[in-house]
């Protein structure tokens, strides 16, 4: 990708609430949940370590009454160090790094809301960067809004019971609001799944991508992945119906990518 040019991925962005004891609770704002990003940046505390030294973190973030714009970087301390080539002059520099340093790469978003009571899905757009997949995304900003309400008494709602306290006034229960991001496959690729069938599902992650294989980092990983095969002793659904069988809320939290292979009767 040129130095000056950027691929971008659209996405719905949803609000939903999640409580211990109620479900359906209505969603809050994104605006409210871009600001309790905002506190968590301002606080200097929007930062999540991952396994190996790896760190996602926010690096700038600016909320409007109708949007939030930022800018999410991770950093791999296990990465082989950058190395640069000038080809005309036969020469290559490797950069080492020094310390804890790690190879970081950033992404732009823009979560447009449209305004401040906006409960609804709204456009999300998410820039291509390595090791900062949709779904790497949402658990990151999800595991900011789960610490800000731990810290603090807003994200409430009154009690759907109805119950009252000894003044008369609603019981408040605490919630957590829970962000998502909704992609949109085109119109030709769900016909082919609707109407085709599975031969192969590839489930793949690249979450230590570039992180060390072995003890003396002569290797370096560059994905995990596992291949399910449909088992042909079975009455299966089409493509869709299959994928959505296997494709779990666990299965998609542990894996980033899925790449299918199989055939379309139209």
């Known amino acids: 990708m040129l130095k000056d040019a950027r691929d971008l991925f659209f996405f719905d962005a949803t609000s939903k609430t999640w409580s211990r004891k109620y479900k359906g609770l209505p969603p809050f704002p994104h605006y409210e949940l871009a600001g309790a990003l905002k506190a968590i940046f ?55 790094k020094v310390g804890d340093e790690g190879v970081e790469h950033s992404a732009h978003f823009l979560w447009h809301y449209g305004s ?39 994200f409430t709602l009154p009690d759907p019971s109805g119950v009252c306290d000894k003044s008369g006034n609603p019981v408040q229960i605490k919630t957590r609001p829970n962000f998502g991001l909704i992609g949109h496959p085109s119109a030709a690729f769900l016909h082919d799944l609707k109407k085709g069938e599975l031969s192969d599902i590839e489930l793949y992650t690249e979450i230590n991508k570039n992180g060390s294989w072995d003890s003396h980092g002569y290797t370096l990983e560059d994905r995990r992945s596992i291949h399910i095969k449909p088992n042909k002793e079975k009455h299966l659904p089409k493509a869709k119906g299959l994928l959505d069988g296997v494709l779990t809320k666990d299965i998609k939290a542990a894996w980033e990518y899925a790449r299918v292979s199989g055939s379309c009767h139209q």
């Open 42 to 96: 301002d606080a200097d505390r929007a930062e999540v370590p991952q396994r190996g030294g790896v760190s996602v973190y926010v690096q700038d973030l600016r909320v409007h009454a109708d949007r939030c714009e930022g800018l999410i970087s991770v950093s791999n301390p296990n990465a082989a160090d950058p190395t640069l080539n000038d080809r005309p002059k036969r020469k290559r520099r490797v950069i080492n």
């Open 116 to 154: 401040k009571t906006n409960s609804n899905s709204c456009p999300f757009f998410l820039e291509v960067a390595s090791g900062l997949a949709s779904s790497v995304v949402v658990r990151f900003i999800n595991r900011l809004l789960r610490e800000y309400v731990g810290e603090s008494d807003s």
